[in-house]
């Protein structure tokens, strides 16, 4: 079984840094794809980034510019590091592997940002 553990979470002021990580209990370079979901309250889980084994990346229109996803395979981790962070970031973030669609997910982090 598969554990995906996020870290990094937290409040922060509009404008400001996180940088998420997901440690994955086994190697991620077995998952074709890797990725961060949030999800705020009242919506639905929504996809933020994904990245593949080949270094495909896909990134929502709301966060293009401004979130980057990285992979670590040797730590076995994946990050996002989020910049000019706005107040509708604000959600729990979940870590997702998997083959294609998310087959694993963590139990996710809450980002608040908010003056």
């Known amino acids: 079984q598969v554990q995906l553990v996020e870290s990094g979470g937290g409040l922060v002021q509009p404008g400001g840094s996180l940088r998420l990580s997901c440690a994955a209990s086994?190697?991620?370079?077995?998952?074709?794809?890797m990725g961060w979901y949030r999800q705020a309250p009242g919506k639905q889980r929504e996809l933020v980034a994904t990245?593949?084994?080949?270094?495909?990346?896909i990134y929502a229109d709301s966060v293009k510019g401004r979130f980057t996803i990285s992979r670590d395979d040797a730590k076995n981790t994946v990050y996002l590091q989020m910049n000019s962070l706005k107040p509708e970031d604000t959600a729990v973030y979940y870590c997702?592997?998997?083959?294609?669609?998310?087959?694993?997910w963590g139990q996710g982090t809450q980002v608040t940002v908010s003056s």
């Open positions: 997702s592997a998997g083959r294609f669609l998310p087959d694993y």
């Open positions: 086994g190697s991620i370079f077995s998952f074709n794809r």
């Open positions: 990245i593949t084994n080949g270094g495909t990346i």
